[in-house]
């Protein structure tokens, strides 16, 4: 879930203070900021994980505003003072820092809480039934995605889905080790495993995959990433997450993401001419850009039409130098080929059995609904070309 922590205070410095050294481990996670006066209201609005009570001189009113709060408080003090600290334990705190503190030691003691911030009883309990039931194995993953996660996907309407391959023995501890309790991991077959992260989005993923592969340390480490939206139903995210799998294997990626609703490199055109006066440059953000836009592309439009073509396979390959669409008919093989043509545009070779045809793209018109439109109109010439010969 979105790390809302809610900064308290009557001192406005306290919050300029603290707000820098939130360095969260999620881009979407947000810091708020309220007075003594509001705090309560604020907290009814916001709907904070983790409250930053500030305790200046007024050590009543901090005491008072303490103990209505019911969830996890981290006390910052001007200064470490006995009276005051003791004062706040009885008031029921999580934690403590003062302005003393460094930034590494007030992360460490807020990420703490976020990973923690469900009361362990009831957690135990629930996880005991679970594995009593055989739902859930001893390190808490869940050991049927198919059956477990529907239930989730109806809970959340947006999150991001993360499987990954690795036979690291230290996998598992890896991945629980950089989840918070509102993650839910599971296992598949072999040596798969799934996240889901619920109000997470892709980069707050990638972090997370990034932080898996540092904690283990893997070298077979690869992971297909996909967002989920309220109209998804799981086996169709599986299918796009072993598709994105598959594809970081092939090519030996750490991750491969799959994403409909993700806008390639965001001003990537911008990136592109820019970098025409320097060819190397311009290259290695086409290439980039070039991947992004045509894996999901090229997956959906094998998902979208191998059942329906005849004794036919589809194949498809992303290379820097050369980009394939093949479709392995029964009597030939047509090929849709992508090249990059310079500065300036894309051929795209289009070929059927002998027949051969040439398109050029400007770079500034090459996104995924141009590759499709192309792509529909390459699938029907090769059936065309089928109905022809039978």
Same mark, same amino acid.
């Given at each position: 879930?979105?790390?809302? #922590?809610?900064?308290?205070? *009557?001192?406005? @410095?306290?919050?300029?203070?603290?707000?820098?050294?939130? #360095?969260?481990?999620? *881009?979407?996670?947000?810091?708020?900021?309220?007075?003594?006066?509001?705090?309560?209201?604020?907290?009814?609005?916001?709907?904070?994980?983790?409250?930053?009570?500030?305790?200046?001189? /007024?050590?009543?009113?901090?005491?008072?505003?303490?103990?209505?709060?019911?969830?996890?408080?981290?006390?910052?003090?001007?200064?470490?003072?006995?009276?005051?600290?003791?004062?706040?334990?009885?008031?029921?705190?999580?934690?403590?820092?003062?302005? +003393?503190? $460094?930034?590494?030691?007030?992360?460490?003691?807020?990420?703490?809480?976020?990973? !923690?911030?469900? #009361?362990? %009883?009831?957690?135990?309990?629930?996880? /005991?039934?679970?594995?009593? !039931? !055989?739902?859930?194995?001893?390190?808490?993953?869940?050991?049927?995605?198919?059956?477990?996660?529907?239930?989730?996907?109806?809970?959340?309407?947006?999150?991001?889905?993360?499987?990954? $391959?690795?036979?690291?023995?230290?996998?598992?501890?890896?991945?629980?080790?950089?989840?918070?309790?509102?993650?839910?991991?599971?296992?598949?077959?072999?040596?798969?495993?799934?996240?889901?992260?619920?109000?997470?989005?892709?980069?707050?993923?990638?972090?997370?995959?990034?932080?898996?592969?540092?904690? @283990?340390?893997?070298?077979?480490?690869?992971?297909?990433?996909? $967002?989920?939206?309220?109209?998804?139903?799981?086996?169709?995210?599986?299918?796009?997450?072993? !598709?994105?799998?598959?594809?970081?294997?092939?090519?030996?990626?750490?991750?491969?993401?799959?994403?409909?609703?993700?806008?390639?490199?965001?001003?990537?055109?911008?990136?592109?001419?820019?970098?025409?006066?320097?060819?190397?440059?311009?290259?290695?953000?086409?290439?980039?850009?070039? %991947?992004?836009?045509?894996?999901? #592309?090229?997956?959906?439009?094998?998902?979208?039409? %191998?059942?329906?073509?005849?004794?036919?396979?589809?194949?498809?390959?992303?290379?820097?130098?050369?980009?394939?669409?093949?479709?392995?008919?029964?009597?030939?093989? $047509?090929?849709?080929?992508?090249?990059?043509?310079?500065?300036?545009?894309? *051929?795209?070779?289009?070929?059927?059995?002998?027949?051969?045809?040439?398109?050029?793209?400007?770079?500034?018109?090459?996104?995924? +609904?141009?590759?499709?439109?192309?792509?529909?109109?390459?699938?029907?010439?090769? +059936?065309?070309?089928?109905?022809?010969?039978?």
């Amino acid at each position: 879930m979105k790390a809302g #922590v809610l900064v308290i205070s *009557n001192d406005k @410095t306290v919050f300029d203070f603290v707000k820098p050294k939130l #360095v969260l481990l999620r *881009n979407n996670d947000t810091v708020y900021e309220s007075d003594y006066a509001d705090a309560e209201d604020c907290i009814l609005k916001v709907n904070p994980q983790v409250v930053i009570l500030h305790c200046g001189y /007024d050590l009543d009113a901090f005491a008072g505003l303490a103990k209505k709060i019911s969830i996890p408080v981290i006390a910052c003090f001007d200064e470490l003072d006995t009276e005051y600290l003791l004062t706040a334990c009885d008031c029921g705190i999580s934690d403590f820092f003062t302005k +003393k503190s $460094s930034s590494e030691e007030i992360l460490v003691r807020l990420m703490f809480l976020l990973k !923690n911030r469900i #009361v362990k %009883e009831k957690q135990d309990i629930g996880q /005991d039934i679970l594995k009593e !039931n !055989n739902i859930m194995d001893v390190d808490g993953f869940y050991l049927d995605p198919l059956k477990v996660y529907p239930y989730f996907l109806s809970r959340y309407d947006y999150g991001t889905f993360v499987i990954i $391959s690795s036979m690291s023995e230290k996998m598992r501890a890896g991945i629980s080790g950089s989840l918070r309790e509102s993650d839910v991991k599971a296992c598949g077959y072999g040596n798969i495993y799934y996240i889901f992260m619920p109000d997470t989005d892709i980069d707050g993923a990638v972090t997370v995959i990034r932080k898996i592969i540092s904690a @283990t340390g893997a070298k077979d480490f690869h992971a297909g990433v996909c $967002s989920h939206y309220a109209n998804k139903e799981f086996p169709v995210l599986n299918n796009i997450l072993e !598709n994105a799998l598959n594809v970081a294997v092939g090519s030996k990626k750490e991750y491969i993401i799959i994403d409909e609703n993700l806008t390639p490199a965001g001003n990537w055109i911008e990136k592109i001419n820019t970098n025409k006066k320097n060819f190397k440059l311009f290259k290695q953000e086409f290439n980039k850009m070039l %991947e992004q836009v045509l894996t999901p #592309v090229f997956y959906q439009m094998q998902a979208k039409y %191998e059942t329906k073509l005849v004794n036919a396979k589809i194949y498809h390959s992303i290379t820097p130098e050369v980009s394939e669409f093949k479709i392995a008919g029964e009597y030939f093989d $047509s090929v849709f080929r992508l090249k990059s043509a310079g500065f300036s545009a894309v *051929n795209i070779e289009i070929i059927h059995n002998t027949k051969e045809k040439r398109v050029t793209i400007d770079i500034n018109d090459l996104e995924a +609904k141009t590759l499709e439109v192309l792509l529909e109109e390459f699938i029907e010439e090769h +059936k065309m070309y089928m109905e022809e010969l039978c």
